[in-house]
């Protein structure tokens, strides 16, 4: 059965490129979303996030008609599932946002309907959703009960896009597909192949699921090598930068670049999907999330030592005199993405311990988040930032910062997290 109507349930930095790249191939796609606000905002042909080109996607898509956004569920011939899975407690998976969206849609659902779970999840989540589903619609079969009979197809196909490179990687990223039997995973495919111009690899829904926590797994442990390596050769007195870059010229290394630790809302959040269902088993997943974690307190260790350096050598100063300047505040470079993000973290930390001023430095956004209201931070412009601060620390490899010529960093002392400015 041909895929005419498509439901994005959840229009947030994958859910909204993934509606407006299916409303691009002029399917008619219906966006739900429970902000209100969001909802408007894409009605109106505009966006809420900051993802290059997407805007002139969804413009496109909304003023041609093929993109609608709604904050309750409206009948498709396929769902996609595209809400956050964060951690909860003890890095616990929370599923209760995929919990209300297979609530949200399972009122509409129909006989031949697909239901993907796009979300980032935790093995066994997509056979959970098909219980809540089948839960809500007693009068529908599923295939954990009818197998390649049910009424109702049901997958997992990871998102895997890099924000930043969305639309580019939506389309040519190939894809995995966990279907919960055969015809489901077909349906998939079929559905995908409007868009993806990647390979579609099938297998298992529990196989898909745990594929996606061991890319960003990998990913972490990877940084957290780089990590623990920056801190090492810090001690020892080496530039960890120039040593990676030696050390990758072996034709079988490639090491990752140090940070101010792992933000984002996956990387440092999936692997502890992995721990938390095998927490005996996980061990080196979880030494890698301690040391990503830990890394941001390192950063505010060396930036009271910058200030201490700074001290000593103006001795007519004290601490209150010191101004302090954090280059950037996003979770990485040329984004305005500021969730679980190290930079944001550190620089409430500063704000929050130095007696004197501390501004911050974000291109990419116009006002700091809610949260820090009536924290000391006070957002400025790079060149007021540069002109008025004694410490400055580079958070974030934003262009901007590293096209800073090396004359206006004179005399400061630096903490360069990113080996932007000291490499
Ligand atoms: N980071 C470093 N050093 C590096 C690379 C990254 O410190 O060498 C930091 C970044 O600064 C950032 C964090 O890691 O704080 C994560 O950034 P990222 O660019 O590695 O990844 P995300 O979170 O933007 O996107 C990842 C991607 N996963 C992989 O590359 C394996 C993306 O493909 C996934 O779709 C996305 O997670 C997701 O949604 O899960």
Redesign the pocket.
Known sequence: MPFETISVVGLG??GLPTAAVFASRKKKVIGVDVNQRAVDTINRGEIHIVEPDLDMVVHAAVTEGYLRATTKAEPADAFLIAVPTPFKGDHEPDLSYIESASKAIAPVLKKGDLVILES?SPVGATEQMAVWLAEARPDLTFPQSHGEASDIRVAHC???????HVLR?LVQ?DRVIGGMTAKCSEAAVKLYKTIVEGECVITNARTAEMC?LT??S???V??AF??ELSIICDKLDINAWELIRLANRHPRVN????????????????PWFIVSSTPEEAKLIRVARDV?DG?PLWVNDKVKLAVAEFLQENPEKTALDVTIACFGLA???D?D?LR????LAIAENIAATHPGCVLAVEPNIEELPVKLAGKKLVLKSLDQALAESDVLVLL??HKVFKDIPVAALRGRKIVDT?GVWIA
């Open positions: 930095y994958i980032t990871p998102e895997r896009v890099l924000p930043g990687e990223n996606k890319e960003n990998f990913r972490d990877n940084i780089a990590n090491i990752l670049q140090p940070g101010p630790g792992v933000g984002g809302h996956c990387i440092a959040v999936d990503n890394k979770f990485k470079p984004i993405d679980e993000s190290p930079a974030v490899d990113r």
